[in-house]
């Protein structure tokens, strides 16, 4: 039975769920996610999700019954002296905490991950041949193992299972090579093979893979589970090489080229934006597209050297356009209008696990940028 099959949920079930896809250590080193209010064992009924959360959201989780909120933003960025309602985060955090309401985010953990914010942004704009912008480095390391070649598809599969080999768009990568083991068992050992102080010579295999860091305890834990060794021999290496599914931002290609000014109106279409900013016209066609959803000016010189056609983000200052250099069309098409899409995202990340507990999205227009148009 999945540990998710059942009716009863506790914070921490939903933490795991999440931490799935996005895991907390892929967060940007300046980032506040995960939990930031209330007990992992905390009892949740429902769950409420927002992309930031204010008084109004949690307001609305006490109407709606929801023990959880889960927003993008994280409620807490800076050190806090006191916990008294002398600001809007402090009496947020006091009502949340009044009504025993957890709160929890997934910010740039989710943002550097190739299927969360950016690629929820992509498939809203139909963005195809995706590749990550700027990729992290160090996120990979190397497991080398050593098992009988009785075992050795055994272990591999367990490995896979837990999530070695997957290299961009293939999985159960591994090189295999065979040799002859040795070994003299000790008076206390209960060996699998040989005799206790004979030494031994056993045909073995030894088995390489690829695995994300931040899955390499479970790798591990899942290969002792099954090796037949009483003392299994592995090594651990860090590896340098790019990750093509984690980092900042995305680039991918419309099915079909569209002129600057089409473009612009698919931008503000999927997005909702009431004003883009933006460079000025290149008059090239738009084709390929980088996006990066929130706050992605540094993504810029990487965009450019990619040769994408335009680039959507937001948050860029007057000076930042100058840098596009009409090399491509730069557009600034708002910080939470690029990321209001993340509230299905995390919904449908959790109902994924769970498909009979649905999460509310929040109604609260949270935005604190609003637009004036001068009546006509």
Known sequence: MDKFDRMDYIVNDILKILAGEAPISLQDSYDNAGLIVGHPE????????????????????????????????????????????????????LLAIMNNIAIASAHTNLDNVAEGVNGKIAAKLRLNHLQVLVPKTGVFRKIVVYCPLSHAEQVREAMFAAGAGQIGNYDNCSFNSEGFGTFRAGKDADPFVGSVNQLHQEPEVRIESIVPSFRLQAVVNQMLSVHPYEEVAYDLFPVENNSKQIGSGLIGYLDKPLDEAAFLDLVQTTFGTPCLRHTAFTTKPIHKVAVCGGSGAFLLKEAVRLGADAFVTADV?????????????????????????????????????????????????????????KKK
């Open 42 to 93: 905390q009892t949740v009924r429902g769950v409420l999700v927002s992309i930031d959360v204010t008084e109004e959201v949690v307001k609305e989780a006490i109407d709606k019954g929801c023990d959880l909120i889960v927003s993008h933003h994280p409620l807490i960025f800076k050190g806090l002296k006191s916990l008294v309602p002398s600001g809007p985060v402090e009496r947020t955090l």
């Open 317 to 373: 200052k007057y000076h930042d356009f100058f840098e596009a250099d009409r090399r491509l069309l730069y557009i600034d098409a708002g910080h939470f209008e690029t990321e209001q899409f993340t509230k299905e995202l995390i919904c449908d990340i959790i109902q994924k696990k769970i498909p009979t507990f649905a999460p509310s999205i929040s109604e609260v227009k949270t935005n604190p940028v609003q637009y004036y148009f």
